[in-house]
Each structure stands twice: as C-alpha cells, then as structure tokens.
C-alpha cells in the first residue's frame, strides 16, 4: 500500500516531502494539457531548489498514447540523462499518466521511487490509488501491467475546479461504482447532489477509503475479492474500446456508466438484483449520460473484447454483479447471448 496519502487544497506538503527526501534527480512526467493548466499552480508552492532539480518529460495528451512506444522513448530518454535508481518519478496528471508513470517507474531499473500526484477526480478517487499500473495492448485496456503502490500520493482537491464538467462526470462514474459494491450511503449522496456544490475533499476521502478497504483484502488480486471494484468494467471497457478503435473516444468514466448499466440490467435478469433496483441505478446513472447506442454490427468486436478480460478463466467469462445497491458478488460466469442482450436492453433505452 502507499505509505501515504495526502488531500489538501495546496502543495505545502509535497514540498516538504522533496525537502526532506534527498533524490538525486526528480522527474516530472506530464502531458501537454497537464503542463498548460497545472504546472504553474504546482510550482508556485515550490522551493527554487527544488525546482532547479526537476526535469520535465512530458507526452502528448490521450488515451492512445498509453502504450508500450511512449514507455520506450520514455526509457529511452530517462537512460539518456543517466537517471540513477536513487532518482523519483512525478506522475503528474489524470489516470494514463498515473498508469504509464507507474508502470515506467516499476520497470526501469528493475523499479524506482514514483509518487503520484493525480489531476483529474477519476485519478484522485481510482487510477492513483491502489497500486494497479499499465498500458494498453493490441486495442485491449490495461492489458500489460504490474502492481506496484507509490512511495506517496499528493492529492490538490483545488485543481478539480479548473477542470471541464465532462472530466468530473468521468469521475463520478467510478464514486457511483463505489456506491453500489460497497455504500449505498455514498451512492444516495452523489445521485441527490447537485454538482456544483459538492464536498469535493469528503467525497474523494470516502471513495479513497473504500477502494483501499477492497484493495486490502486481496492487494494482488489473487482470491477474486478485489475484482469488486470491476464492477462496470467488463463490458464498459470493451465499450471504451470499441469508441478508441474507431477513433471516437469517449471518456473512461462514461463507458464505466454504460457498462453498469448493462451489468445491472444481467444482475436483475440472474435474480440477484430486483427490478425495483435495477430501475433506480438505471435513473440515477441518467442523471449524468446520455445512452450511446451501439450498431449490432460491432457486437463480435464488444465480445472478442470481453474474451480477453482479465478476470476470465478457463475460457468463460465472469462478471461482478449487483444483490442490490451497496452489495456486490463476483465471479458469476455469463454467457454470450446474454452480454448481447444487456447491450441490446441499453440500445433500447430512450433518454
């Protein structure tokens, strides 16, 4: 686990921490957007020494840029500049920087000290946390990575603020998927919020604690508990996907809300989930995105997508599912016919 987490509305303890921490080099790994908005606000709270001693490495903003070429000119550079082992990684940015920076981090020199210091409200309640690191492969999410938790995190609550409302939606999607694994409470609350006045330092604390309560109980993922916190994900990943491959992204979150519908939708028709249920995560998950319709033609795309799954096993596909909100169970095996159902049933909704 990470030795700890810090949520502020400033940067005054990450400046300590590098005061305090005598690193040879400090690398900053952000991408343009990151550098644009963000930079500035991190380096006001930034002694001039410290500064002196960071070196920028910064990548083009995207989710198609989380891959196995950006790792290698990112080597390839830390190599270059004969960066020690007795050096730290700054993975500035929202959820591809903290994945890549991690995984990079891990692996070179057969690992270096990272810290995380998460940018958007997706990274600072999920991708930051829990010490899951990776890239994409061959159209596949997170298909090649490692575990492996940053010495720190450093959580800025204050940078949501400067953020677009579509990359706050994104992260709402993962606090909604806490709420129905685990906390019903949590989910009530972000359905019954408006959200321009959310306690932003409270919710992300909330969501922190949960996932890292999951993480806990199996942090390598070996017994299945972990597996939770996919809820959404088999099928809102290959959704995601499918709109990276045909070069129409949409946001993570949002292919998680529409995964969680699908998943909710099989969780009612298995008998775990009443309707009663299923309706009102259907309405409150609404409340933030508009149904994407996906053509019958791309749905052998969606399942070879699914077939890949990491949480699969002996060729058959398993899923987390819904006993009702606040209650999950996980490895519930499901058929094709019925994953096709689930996305015909959210083509078929009107909203």
């Keep these: 686990m990470s030795r700890k987490i810090y949520i502020n509305n400033n940067f005054y303890k990450l400046n300590k921490f590098l005061k305090i921490k005598k690193y040879t080099n400090i690398i900053l790994l952000l991408d343009n ?9 991190l380096y006001e709270y ?3 020494n410290i500064k002196k001693k960071i070196l920028l490495l910064e990548i083009k903003s995207g989710e198609k840029y989380k891959n196995l070429k950006t790792c290698i000119n990112i080597w390839n550079k830390l190599t270059n500049l004969k960066i020690s082992k007795d050096s730290l990684i700054i993975n500035f940015g929202g959820g591809v920087i903290t994945d890549l920076g991690g995984f990079i981090s891990s692996l070179y020199k057969r690992g270096i000290n990272f810290i995380n210091i998460p940018t958007t409200l997706l990274s600072m309640i999920d991708a930051s946390i829990g010490g899951k690191n990776g890239i994409n492969f061959k ?3 997170n298909e090649i990575g490692i575990i492996n938790n940053p010495i720190s995190i450093f959580i800025n609550y204050k940078l949501l603020f400067s953020l677009p409302q579509k990359e706050i939606i994104s992260g709402l999607g993962e606090i909604l998927k806490y709420g129905l694994i685990y906390d019903k409470r949590l989910w009530n609350l972000i359905i019954n919020s408006n959200i321009n006045k959310i306690n932003w330092k409270f919710i992300i604390y909330k969501s922190i604690k949960i996932k890292l309560s999951i ?3 199996d942090p390598y993922e070996l017994y299945g508990y972990r597996k939770k916190l996919n809820f959404g994900h088999t099928i809102g990943h290959a959704i995601e996907s499918f709109y990276l491959y045909n070069k129409n992204p949409i946001t993570h ?6 995964g969680m519908i699908c998943e909710s939708w099989i969780s009612n028709i298995k008998g775990y989930l009443n309707k009663n249920e299923y309706k009102i995560i259907l309405k409150g998950i609404l409340k933030y995105i508009k149904i994407k319709k996906i053509k019958k033609v791309f749905f052998n795309y969606i ?5 890949n799954d990491k949480k699969n096993f002996n060729n058959k596909i398993y899923f987390v599912l819904l006993k009702k909100i606040g209650e999950s169970i996980y490895n519930i095996e499901i058929n094709k016919n019925t994953i096709i159902d689930s996305i015909n049933a959210l083509n078929n909704i009107n909203n």
């Design 253 to 258: 979150g949002e292919a998680i809300m529409l």
């Design 303 to 307: 399942i070879n997508i699914i077939k």
């Design 215 to 217: 993480v806990k109980k």
């Design 139 to 141: 159209e596949l999410k």
């Design 46 to 48: 930034l002694s001039n």
């Design 33 to 41: 957007n990151v550098k644009k908005f963000c930079l500035k606000k």
